[in-house]
Structure formats: C-alpha cells, structure tokens
C-alpha cells in the first residue's frame, strides 16, 4: 500500500494535483483478492481517499485495513438479530444530522428523530445523540488549556495545544510526526470515545450489563473514526470490550436507506434516548462551531474569561493563507495575550507544523481537523460518486446546522451531575482515567518532516 504522502524512499509521489489526490486506494491486502467481498463492499462501495487519509504502511497497517472494512453495515444486520444476545446501542455524532437534513430537506431535529425511527426499525435497541460526550470533551479541553497557559514558563510542552478531536490528525500525528507534536496534543478524549466510555461504563452498569453485551455502533461523518474505534487504549482486556465495537458513516446508513428503498421522511419520529433510562431528549442542540463541535469557539472564550477576566460574546476570525487556516486574538492592554488559531486540512496542518519545527508557531491553541472545511465536511458523507465534495450539499448542510440552537457545554446539568455520580468530582482521578488519554511517543522517521501537501 503506498501513497504520494508516504515518507519511506521506494515510495514515488502519484499524485501532482488535487484532482488526481482524490484517486481511491485500495487497503485491503492482495492475498485477500480471491475473498467474498464484505457487505462493506456490496453496500458502500466506499474508499479511502489519499488526499485526506494517509492511508499507506507509515500510518495503518494490514490488519487494521482489515478490521477497517469489517466494520460495515453487515454487522449492524447482524448484531440487531436478537439470538446474538446483545443490546444493541447507536450513537450519532451531530456532524451527521445535517447530512440526513439536507438529503431528505428536513431539519436537523426532524431528521434526527426519524433516522432514530429508522434504526429502530432495523432492530436497535437503544440511539444516542454525542452531544453529552462532546460536552465533557470540550470542557476537559478547556480547563486542561488553562492549566497548560499557566504552567508554561514550568513546562517544556505546554503550549501550543492541540485539538484532540479528529482521528485522522492523531493518526498523522503519532505515526509521522510522533515527539515533535504528540506532547502538545490535548489528552482530553474525543467526543466518540467518551461516549464509549459512557455507553460500556455508565450506561452499562445502570442497565445491570457487563460492557461486552452492549454492541455499541456509532453513527459519524468519516472513515478515520473507523481507525479511532481499534485503539488499543480504548479497550477492556477485563471484557474482551472495545469502548465503540463499530463505526459506519453517514453514507452507510443512507446506502442501507436505499437498500430497503425507505425514504427518512416516511419514518415514524422517535426521539433520542438517554443515558439516564426513561427520560427521552427535548430538543436539539449543538455547539457553537462553525462545521465541527467548535473547540476553538469555548476554549478561546472560556480562557479569555478565566485568566484576563474578559467575556468575549462574538469571535471574529481573519483568513490567513486560505479559508481553512485562520486565527482568532484576544489583546488586552494593546497587547495580545491570546493567539488561536483553526487549521484544517493536511496542507494547513503541515505548514503549521513546519512553523512548531522551527520555532516559529506563535499560537495558544490550534484546532486542528484533517478535513479541509471540517467535520461537516467528512469524506464519509459529503463527497460524490467520483470522491469529489459536493460542495452543493455541503453549502444545504452548513444551513440547516446553522439553524440548530447552540448550548454551552457549562449549562448541561446532566454533565453535572455525571462528574459527581460518575466520576467522583471534577478533578478526581476517575476523570484522569475516563475522559483522557496518551498519545505516542516514538521518534519519527528523520525524513517525515519534508511531505509535500
């Protein structure tokens, strides 16, 4: 498996231009081409794109190409056939709803319900929606960059620090650039797998289930989710139990909608379960992020109140090289004291990370997102047949989700009372060992730094 973005020397460059980046790759290794292709395949038809995977032997390797591709819509089908024994448990992050919203031109909180229709149809016993997991996520990020801000004359790696959210920049992040960036990553957990926490841990045990009788799928808008699910830090040896056992797309579930030629506006509305058992969720909500669950957004605003005593209501951003790499300051006094900025897309991550070699990356945080235009922008919901962007249904996409009201993740009880009855407190060692995570450390290779984007 080799790729233009390959750092090893008998690797070629293929691609010169992005038409030709977007040109699908093959994972799965060639003494398998005489298998039965998977449901996967019959289904998806689906296909790692190199221009926003890197999806060579230097980032995944042939057996996680594998388990990759077993996660399909075969095994939802499988896993909802109740001889199997398991409670079957869907959550569904909101950068998906609006994939729903503008294919069926429905709202986001309509679709959310009838899509939770679908699924139980199909057999689901209990869907979530991640804005509960996001919530935790964004606030252990928060309150860790702050103490990072402080701590940063004492500690070598505190600042820049970033974003943790995006699977498919920690993917690049420790199996290219490993020490150089690994210690300036948040350790806060990704939204998806604080809700494997949540589902195989909380969840679990109020419904008096061991974690490995809960198959727990979530709904997303990318394929490098797939790859976040196998790590091995979110796996229970006690229980033979991934924390999230499965990851379909956007794409897939709409491929398994056509399947069954049902259309989402023919669906009953069911609403959302909760973690909590018999309360149902009211409306919905989202961050206040431009595309993605908007870290920059609470973290710039919360540490601009935390250590300059500023309340900031509106941010304003100012486009630097391109629409996917801008920054937002805070000056206090004529000086300023805080410098964010958002960097998507792999061009924009390397030119950033050329800067941290050099010394030069000037920022506090950075939020940091493998798809250019972010999360909304995911390769497993808003592209073509071809593997282009449907930049048609991505404009649809960003309107409806505009129109979602935004909640501070401060203002949820239900977290609340989880860091208490959950978690013991905020700052408890349970909260270090449920909502964190490390990141490799391992020296890269002495040519990883000259990838040409």
């Not at 702050?146 to 790696?157: F, K, L, N, P």
């Not at 009788?213 to 709904?219: G, S």
């Not at 956007?250 to 069954?260: A, V």
């Amino acid at each position: 498996m080799k790729c233009e973005n390959c750092t090893k020397k008998e690797c070629s460059k293929k691609q010169k231009n992005d038409d030709q980046q977007s040109m699908p790759a093959d994972v799965l290794n060639s003494n398998e081409e005489n298998e039965e292709k998977s449901e996967f395949h019959k289904l998806a038809n689906a296909k790692i794109f190199l221009s926003d995977c890197l999806a060579c032997e230097n980032c995944i390797t042939s057996e996680e190409a594998v388990r990759v591709f077993q996660q399909n819509q075969k095994e939802l089908f499988r896993k909802c056939d109740t001889s199997k024994h398991k409670v079957v448990a869907v959550s569904i992050c909101p950068q998906s709803l609006p994939y729903f919203a503008a294919k069926f031109n429905i709202s986001v909180t309509e679709a959310a319900k009838r899509l939770c229709g679908f699924l139980r149809s199909l057999g689901v016993h209990y869907v979530f929606d991640t804005m509960i997991a996001a919530d935790f996520s964004i606030l252990e990020s928060q309150n860790e960059f702050v103490q990072r801000y402080r701590h940063q004359t004492q500690e070598e790696y505190a600042l820049p620090m970033f974003a943790s959210a995006c699977p498919g920049w920690i993917q690049y992040a420790e199996r290219v650039l490993s020490s150089l960036v690994t210690p300036y990553i948040c350790t806060a957990k990704s939204p998806q797998q604080i809700m494997g926490s949540l589902v195989k841990g909380y969840f679990a045990k109020q419904q008096n289930l061991s974690p490995d009788k809960i198959f727990h799928i979530i709904v997303a808008p990318c394929y490098d989710k797939k790859l976040e699910a196998l790590r091995e830090d979110f796996y229970t040896p006690l229980y033979s139990s991934h924390d999230v056992d499965c990851v379909l797309t956007s794409g897939e579930i709409f491929q398994i909608m056509e399947q069954k030629k049902t259309s989402l506006k023919e669906v009953p509305e069911v609403a959302f379960d909760t973690l909590f058992g018999g309360i149902k969720e009211g409306e919905l909500i989202r961050h206040d992020g431009r595309r993605s669950d908007g870290y920059l957004e609470h973290i710039f605003k919360h540490a601009a109140k935390e250590l300059f005593d500023t309340e900031v209501k509106e941010i304003t951003y100012k486009v630097l090289k391109n629409k996917d790499f801008q920054e937002v300051t805070l000056e206090k006094d004529g000086v300023t004291v805080l410098r964010f900025a958002a960097a998507y897309g792999f061009r924009n991550i390397q030119n950033m990370v050329l800067k941290l070699k050099k010394g030069k990356c000037f920022y506090h945080f950075v939020e940091v997102l493998a798809c250019p235009g972010g999360c909304l922008n995911g390769k497993g919901q808003a592209q073509t047949e071809d593997g282009k962007p449907d930049k048609a249904l991505l404009c649809q996409m960003e309107d409806v989700y505009a129109a979602v009201p935004v909640q501070l993740p401060e203002t949820n009880g239900h977290v609340q009372k989880l860091y208490q009855e959950w978690l013991d407190g905020m700052d408890s060692t349970r909260v270090r060992e449920t909502l964190h995570t490390k990141y490799s450390m391992e020296k890269p290779a002495a040519n990883s730094f000259d990838i040409k984007w």
